[in-house]
């Protein structure tokens, strides 16, 4: 992996607190990872979830839409209770099921073989029949609905159990455009809808199109739909997940192309 970005300017969005590991690989690789978060992640606190966290025996699968709701979920939770050993314990993608076995020292019983979305775990075979079935998923507020509407179709009793939130950074955001104006910019990283939005926010109008003309890496389809819809020129280069791994590769393959 050595100088295989060399000199590659990268833009990092992710929080500030979980881009450590990625822009140390990428320094590794040669690159130069500029990091400028574009979404800040904060846990949630209220009655509501202490509820249903000290009602967590009532449930049979717990589900974690992501990384991050593993990470404040399993605080969430040990800081209120305990894990019920007949609970079941599902995730989105293989990423957050890692997390989940870092953070928990248990592996989740049901993920994905392939994809890594709603969709994916929906077709999962343990979440076929759930009629009857009491269902708790943590996430973050305002997420997509599509998974609770589903378990809820097929007979199940869905709660969830917001643990954290996003936000746009409150940040300055004259580096960015200098940036922008400079031309100091290869590609930028790209790992939510809500992060490409807060970018367009944060870019002054006049560098606009200036945004538009650098290529950009993001981890899922929608993602890349949504970067197309919004005028961006080049197609997005799609990482086959959020690891730090997938997304040096898609970098590697990037600098190859250019």
């Known amino acids: 992996m050595p100088n295989d970005l060399p000199s590659l300017r990268v833009m990092v969005t992710r929080p500030a607190q979980q881009a450590g590991p990625l822009i140390q690989q ?3 690789a040669g690159a ?7 979404l800040e992640i904060v846990p949630c606190t209220s009655p509501q979830l202490d509820h249903l966290i000290s009602h967590l025996e009532q449930y049979d699968i717990a589900i974690f839409i992501s990384p991050n709701a593993v990470r404040y979920g399993v605080e969430a939770v040990n800081q209120r209770g305990t894990w019920p050993e007949t609970l079941r314990l599902a995730t989105i993608g293989k990423g957050s099921a890692q997390e989940l076995g870092d953070r928990l020292g248990r592996a989740a019983d049901i993920v994905p073989s392939s994809g890594r979305d709603s969709e994916a775990l929906l077709d999962t075979s343990a979440l076929q029949n759930v009629d009857g079935k009491q269902i708790l998923i943590f996430r973050g507020r305002n997420g997509r609905e599509l998974l ?3 378990l809820r179709a097929r007979g199940a009793q869905v709660d969830y159990a917001e643990v954290y939130e996003r936000h746009r950074p409150d940040v300055d955001t004259a580096p960015l455009n200098t940036a922008l104006q400079t031309g100091a910019l290869d590609v930028i990283l790209i790992t939510s809808n809500e992060a490409l939005d807060n970018l367009l926010n944060m870019v002054d109008p006049a560098n606009l199109n200036a945004l538009y003309q650098i290529p950009l890496v993001v981890i899922h389809p929608r993602q890349a739909e949504r970067a197309q819809q919004l005028g961006f020129r080049y197609n997005p280069i799609l990482a086959q997940d959020g690891s730090v791994d997938a997304i ?3 970098l590697t393959s990037l600098r190859a192309s250019a």
């Open 248 to 250: 040096i590769k898609a």
């Open 148 to 150: 609770a509407s589903t």
């Open 32 to 38: 130069s990872p500029w990091s400028f978060p574009l």
């Open 26 to 28: 990428l320094q590794a």
